[in-house]
């Protein structure tokens, strides 16, 4: 049975609060689930939070930072570098689209940041757009996420997401390729159960504690 990771890319969302009221409901479900991988990433004020409460509750659920800074620690203002993450999280998103376009991100520094990540221990999930975008080549985990399937409501079809998972793992070292864009309860399975597609990024859908849930039990 193969792994499959379900990962929450919660973005820009949530106070504490409302942090602690989607892990309540959270507290009432079953969690004994085999083989699935599952990440939370918050926004950096509830990293320390959400540790604590993932230890509390006993889910079992690993922690994902959405963002890193691409120097190592020191006078960067405003910047939350590898190494402070990793005293919370085990993986980060790198190369989001959103980032691409809203911070003008580029190869250069996604590939620096992807490089201090490894260097402190936190596995990079690295996000491409398609088989164009280009990845440092010791990338284990790629998201691939269409940028017209985010948050609009239309998927890409499995079966491209399918051939372009086989794409990244012929060309690269990647081990495994998860899905993202407008991923549901009710289409999370088209995906998971293609061959070369090893879980799912889900954003808007994630909000949601009860559908997130559903989206778990379903892949
Ligand atoms: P979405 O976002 O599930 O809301 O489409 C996915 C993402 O941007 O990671």
Redesign the pocket.
């Known amino acids: 049975m193969k792994k499959t990771f379900i990962v929450a890319?919660w973005?820009s969302n949530f106070t504490s609060s409302e942090a602690d009221f989607w892990f309540q409901r959270f507290k009432n479900y079953d969690l004994r689930i085999m083989n699935k991988e599952i990440i939370i990433c918050p926004s950096f004020t509830l990293l320390s939070e959400i540790e604590s409460v993932i230890k509390n509750y006993e889910l079992g659920f690993k922690i994902g930072a959405q963002n890193v800074s691409p120097f190592d620690e020191g006078a960067y203002t405003g910047e939350v570098s590898a190494r402070q993450i990793k005293e919370f999280a085990d993986y980060v998103l790198i190369g989001?689209?959103?980032r691409r376009t809203n911070f003008n991100e580029n190869d250069e520094i996604l590939f620096k940041k992807a490089e201090l990540s490894k260097q402190h221990g936190l596995a990079p999930i690295f996000?491409v757009q398609g088989i164009e975008t280009k990845i440092p080549s010791d990338i284990a985990i790629v998201?691939y996420?269409p940028i017209n399937?985010?948050?609009?409501g239309r998927p890409d079809t499995a079966e491209s997401a399918q051939e372009v998972a086989a794409f990244f793992k012929k060309n690269y070292k990647v081990q495994y390729v998860l899905y993202?864009?407008?991923?549901t309860s009710e289409n999370v399975k088209k995906f998971t159960q293609m061959s070369n597609i090893d879980g799912v990024?889900?954003?808007?859908?994630?909000l949601d504690a009860q559908e997130f849930y559903a989206i778990i039990k379903n892949a």
Not at 180 to 183: I, L, Q, T
Not at 201 to 206: D, E, I, P
């Open positions: 890319n973005k989001h689209s959103e996000c998201a996420e399937a985010i948050g609009t993202g864009g407008s991923v990024l889900v954003g808007g859908a994630s």
